[in-house]
């Protein structure tokens, strides 16, 4: 089975501070992904990765930035975080091609900022 | 008008009943369909997927997909209280080779 691991189940920070979300996974997938989850908003990309050193945008990258150096990690960085960053981060993992949608999530992160 | 929409709920059934579970998408363009299923204080969970109008099976859980109507469904036959969930839909659209979820249907199946 496919296993994506998050650092953290909850992480409690104060606005300004540098916040670093690490995600792992063990089955040699090529893509990743960063999603933000709100209640009645669903799952929001924040940034994916088809490669090592590779980014690209998602929908909602204001105040994110990535790092993927080893192809089994991608780690998501708050350069200053705020208040409307709390939320529940939840990483993904998927396979290349067209099973690239067959998204596999890691536990999640509860993000608080005060 | 968002990309992919649900209706919130909650869907309401009773067990052994057949839960409807609709998605309506924006770009006509999406090739890929899929369905998630979300526990409270978990992570969402792949249970279907469809790439063809028409309708796919597997064992309770079937998939149905209209095209020219722009809509996925899921139905859930003889509905378990464990099916007590929310159901996210998430359709690849054809810009930017993503997925894009809708915000979720919660379902509660009542013994």
């Known amino acids: 089975d496919v296993k994506v691991t998050q650092s953290s189940r909850y992480l409690v920070k104060r606005t300004g501070e540098k916040v670093f979300l690490e995600c792992v996974q063990d089955m040699d997938h090529e893509n990743m992904f960063w999603y933000r989850q709100d209640p009645g908003l669903g799952l929001r990309l924040i940034y994916f990765?088809?490669?090592?050193?590779?980014?690209e945008k998602g929908d909602i990258p204001e105040g994110y930035s990535v790092s993927r150096e080893k192809k089994e990690r991608f780690s998501l960085i708050l350069e200053s975080a705020s208040t409307n960053q709390t939320s529940m981060y939840l990483c993904a993992s998927s396979r290349g091609g067209r099973a690239n949608e067959k998204l596999f999530f890691g536990s999640g992160t509860q993000l608080s900022v005060l | 008008q968002k990309e992919v929409e649900q209706n919130s709920g909650p869907l309401s059934v009773p067990e052994g009943a057949i839960a409807s579970l609709n998605c309506t998408y924006s770009?006509?363009?999406?090739?890929?369909f899929f369905w998630y299923r979300q526990y409270s204080g978990k992570s969402p969970e792949l249970i279907m997927f469809?790439?063809?109008?028409g309708d796919k099976e597997d064992g309770r859980f079937t998939a149905q997909l209209n095209k020219a109507s722009q809509y996925v469904s899921l139905l859930i036959r003889d509905s378990q209280p464990s099916d007590s969930a929310t159901y996210l839909c998430a359709v690849n659209v054809e810009y930017g080779n993503k997925l894009v979820f809708g915000a979720g249907t919660i379902l509660r199946v009542k013994s």
């Open positions: 469809i790439y063809s109008n």
């Open positions: 770009d006509r363009g999406s090739q890929s």
């Open positions: 990765s088809y490669d090592v050193k590779m980014k």
